[in-house]
């Protein structure tokens, strides 16, 4: 695989290889997060002095369906053990789905010292590098976040719905399958989570795995650009909406057209099929 800084990317920074991360185990400034959606794996062996991050228990509030607040934010980083200036390197199973996703949560809160680790855990494994099953332990920080702001990479159903109106760009992430309504979930997974199935009016159908290689690792960005541009007409002019069942899928695609391609207005609708999918009276498409 080419090097990252000459795979053509807007921000080559936003990434980094696994040796990359091989070589920075021991740094101060360096936080390695593994999030995955099995939450088994990381017991199961991680990254030397990689730290968990929970999608559903450290990322969700536990009532309400939203992120967790500013607080909230505020002492899990401590527990962390970092600071605003620290660098955190996101990487997990999926091909980084929950990566992507911790991440896009993440910079509601600003912490612009982020990465994504390119290839996630099956490629760090699949190379053989070092795994434990300790679990490290760093003394707590005083974090101090920004408020919460929704405003520029998240979409919320009333936004969705004006965007529809106004026949702005949206990607459906999605399985061919659930695209159509053939399916109401994954391919492999159990039908669940929506009443209905389909897609929202004008979506285009862009199935997040289209952007990686067979090893989890992103694709160029001349092969990105076909497929988003050549193929769906789509530009870095294009306010734009990605979407999938519940936004991990689609943070992932968010985080290419945002950082790999450089698109400035891509935001992520995380109430995705499973909230569009059960609405009253809203357009659907099959």
């Known amino acids: 695989m080419t090097d990252i ?5 807007a921000h080559p920074e936003m990434l980094v290889s696994t040796q990359w991360v091989e070589d920075h185990l021991n740094d101060p400034q360096i936080r390695i997060i593994e999030s995955n959606e ?3 794996l ?9 730290v968990e991050v929970d999608w559903a228990q450290d990322l969700n509030n536990p009532l309400r369906r939203d992120y967790l607040d500013q607080r909230e934010f505020e002492q899990l980083m401590s527990r962390l053990g970092v600071t605003p200036e620290t660098t955190l390197v996101f990487y997990g199973d999926k091909n980084n789905w ?5 991440f896009w949560v993440f910079q509601l809160f ?3 010292h982020a990465r994504i680790m390119d290839g996630g855990r099956g490629k760090w494994q699949a190379e053989g590098r070092p795994m434990t099953q300790e679990v490290p332990q760093y003394p707590p920080t005083t974090y101090k976040a920004r408020p919460r702001d929704d405003r520029h990479i998240r979409a919320f159903r009333d936004q969705v719905y004006q965007h529809v109106q106004a026949n702005l760009p949206l990607v459906d992430v999605r399985s061919p399958e659930e695209y159509s309504g053939q399916r109401l979930h994954m391919p492999d997974y159990p039908n669940e989570g ?18 990686v290689n067979p090893d989890g690792t992103f694709k160029p960005a001349d092969e990105l650009r076909r ?6 007409g789509l530009s870095p002019d294009n306010e734009i909406i990605t979407y999938c069942r519940i936004g991990e899928r689609s943070s992932h695609t968010w985080f290419v057209l945002k950082y790999l391609l450089g698109y400035p207005r891509v935001r992520n609708y995380d109430g ?12 659907i498409e099959r």
Do not use: K
């Open 272 to 283: 995705s099929w499973t909230e569009w999918g059960n609405l009253v009276n809203v357009p």
């Open 98 to 102: 929950w990566a992507t996703y911790a």
């Open 110 to 112: 600003g912490h612009e």
């Open 42 to 50: 990381y017991a199961s062996g991680h990254i030397p002095g990689a």
């Open 194 to 211: 929506a009443l209905r199935g389909g897609h929202i009016p004008g979506a285009v159908n862009v199935p997040w795995s289209r952007a």
């Open 5 to 9: 800084s000459q795979r053509g990317y």
């Open 227 to 232: 497929i988003y541009e050549e193929e769906q």
């Open 38 to 40: 099995d939450p088994l």
